[in-house]
C-alpha cells in the first residue's frame, strides 16, 4: 500500500490521478533493432529502457518491455528522393509513438478515420534509426563540414560549406558509373578492364 493512501489529501490525490495517466502514455524511446524488413520497410525492436511497476507489497519492480514489431523507418526523403541506408541488427534507433492508431493509414496511406481509439500506444511506433548511445558513439565528426561517411570515418563524401567544395575519400577507390578512379587517381573505364 502507497502511504499516501493512507490520509485524505485532495491534491496528492490529483497529483497520484496524474502520475498514473502519464505512466500510460507513451512518446518517444530508445531501442535496439532486432531485425529488418527491407520489403515493408519496418523493424522489430526491444526498446531499451524498461518500465517501473508496483508490485503487490508496494515495491518497485523492472519490467521489459515487449518487442515491437511492424514499427515503420522514417527516413530522409521527399520531392521523389530518399537517402537509404542498411539497417542491421542492434543499430540504436529512438521510437516515437503516434497519438492515435496508425494501422489503417500505414495500410492504405490515405485520410482515414483511426480503425481503434487507442492513443499513445506502443504499438503506434515510427523508427528514426541513427541514434547512438555514448558506447556506440562516432569518432571524428567534423564540426565544420557535412559527412555522408562510414561509421569508421574511413569512407566519406564531404561538403565544405564554407570552400564549396566536395571532398570523396574513398580507401577502395571510387566506381563513377563504370569509370574506376584507384585509391591512388590512376582512372580506368570498366569495359577496358574487362576487354584487357
Not at 152 to 158: K, L, P, Q
Request: charged residues 20%.
Amino acid at each position: 500500500m502507497d502511504r499516501r493512501e493512507r490520509y485524505d489529501n485532495p491534491e496528492e490525490t490529483g497529483r497520484l490521478f496524474y502520475e498514473a495517466m502519464q505512466a500510460r502514455l507513451w512518446t518517444a524511446l530508445p531501442a535496439i533493432v532486432e531485425s529488418f524488413d527491407a520489403t515493408k520497410m519496418t523493424l522489430e525492436v526491444q526498446p531499451a529502457i524498461n518500465a517501473i511497476a508496483r508490485s503487490a507489497t508496494g515495491e518497485a519492480v523492472s519490467i521489459q518491455l515487449p518487442k515491437l514489431v511492424d514499427v515503420p523507418v522514417v527516413w530522409p526523403g521527399g520531392g521523389g528522393a530518399t537517402l537509404t541506408f542498411p539497417i542491421v541488427a542492434g543499430d540504436e534507433c529512438l521510437v516515437v509513438f503516434s497519438s492515435r492508431c496508425i494501422d489503417g493509414w500505414w495500410s492504405q496511406g490515405k485520410v482515414m478515420d483511426p480503425p481503434e481509439v487507442r492513443m499513445h500506444n506502443l504499438s503506434d511506433g515510427f523508427a528514426f534509426v541513427g541514434l547512438r548511445s555514448l558506447p556506440r558513439a562516432l569518432a571524428s565528426i567534423s564540426s565544420t563540414n557535412v559527412q555522408l561517411r562510414s561509421d569508421d570515418g574511413a569512407t566519406f563524401v564531404e561538403l565544405s560549406p564554407t570552400g564549396k567544395t566536395v571532398q570523396i575519400t574513398a580507401p577502395n577507390g571510387i566506381d563513377l558509373n563504370g569509370v574506376q578512379i584507384s585509391a591512388s587517381g590512376v582512372i580506368s573505364n570498366a569495359s577496358d578492364v574487362q576487354t584487357a
